[in-house]
């Protein structure tokens, strides 16, 4: 059975300019690279910031991946990547003034056989959704509001609504280095694997990502239906999501 896998990404309905960007690689029938980025910055700096985050990270899995591949290989291989990619940006975004202080966050999950092995930077998600159950958030945020949860000075649902939610503690390409989490997260036929931005887990609860998920008529349609009931519900962020089924 060949993995199939899915993305979009979409300005939503208030932005001008969508400073999100993604990519699906496919490696073979059992392999493949799901990454999502989400920029910030000036005007004309986000959208760079996360493009070139984007086609860097790639290009190195692409150069290292391997037909098989150890938890640990792999995790090195995200590692080396993201390495690259954040010298890459803010190398950039020393070039000119309107690229100074841009960064973007990053979510990427390389999925083997039975074994997707996931990074990330920021509060761009990895959703595990395992076939017949429910649905866990793999990643955690590098976010105010997330530190505060954690503290139990907010609950989750406060967290969506607080004035400080889009404040990121940690970004790709605003320091000379960062440090990503890194996640090994088994995995089986059927179950899916979603990355998203903010501008989808803002309108959405985990509870609503996994009901169109797991009921949906169509897993083809799924992104799709996940960014309209964002839109429907005001979409001020732009929105991307990229999903894969084992």
């Known amino acids: 059975m060949t993995m199939q896998t899915w993305g979009l990404t979409d300005p939503g309905n208030i932005r001008q300019q969508n400073q999100d960007a993604y990519a699906?690689?496919?490696f073979g029938r059992d392999r493949a690279l799901l990454i999502v980025c989400d920029g910030m910055g000036g005007a004309k700096s986000g959208n760079v910031a996360s493009s070139l985050a984007v086609d860097v990270f790639t290009?190195?899995?692409?150069?290292?991946?391997?037909k098989v591949m150890s938890k640990e290989q792999a995790e090195t291989m995200l590692l080396n990547?993201?390495?690259?990619?954040?010298?890459a940006v803010f190398e950039?975004?020393?070039?000119?003034e309107e690229f100074h202080g841009m960064g973007t966050t990053l979510v990427a999950a390389y999925l083997m056989k039975d074994l997707a092995v996931i990074i990330n930077v920021g509060d761009?998600?990895?959703?595990?959704?395992?076939?017949?159950?429910?649905?866990?958030l793999v990643t955690r945020d590098h976010s105010i509001v997330e530190y505060?949860?954690?503290r139990g000075e907010l609950t989750y649902e406060q967290a969506k609504n607080h004035p400080v939610k889009n404040v990121i503690t940690r970004a790709v390409g605003t320091e000379e280095t960062v440090e990503g989490d890194l996640y090994a997260?088994?995995?089986?036929k059927d179950d899916c694997l979603l990355l998203c931005t903010d501008g989808l887990s803002n309108e959405m609860a985990d509870q609503e990502i996994l009901f169109e998920v797991a009921h949906g008529?169509?897993?083809?349609d799924c992104c799709d239906r996940l960014l309209s009931i964002a839109k429907n519900r005001g979409a001020p962020d732009n929105v991307t999501v990229a999903m894969a089924v084992i």
């Open 59 to 66: 290009e190195e899995v692409r150069r290292s991946q391997k």
């Open 217 to 220: 008529v169509r897993k083809s």
């Open 92 to 96: 950039q975004s020393a070039l000119s």
């Open 81 to 87: 990547a993201l390495s690259l990619t954040n010298k």
């Open 124 to 136: 761009s998600r990895a959703y595990h959704v395992p076939i017949g159950e429910g649905i866990s």
């Open 148 to 150: 505060m949860v954690q």
């Open 24 to 26: 699906i690689v496919s």
């Open 185 to 188: 997260c088994p995995i089986k």
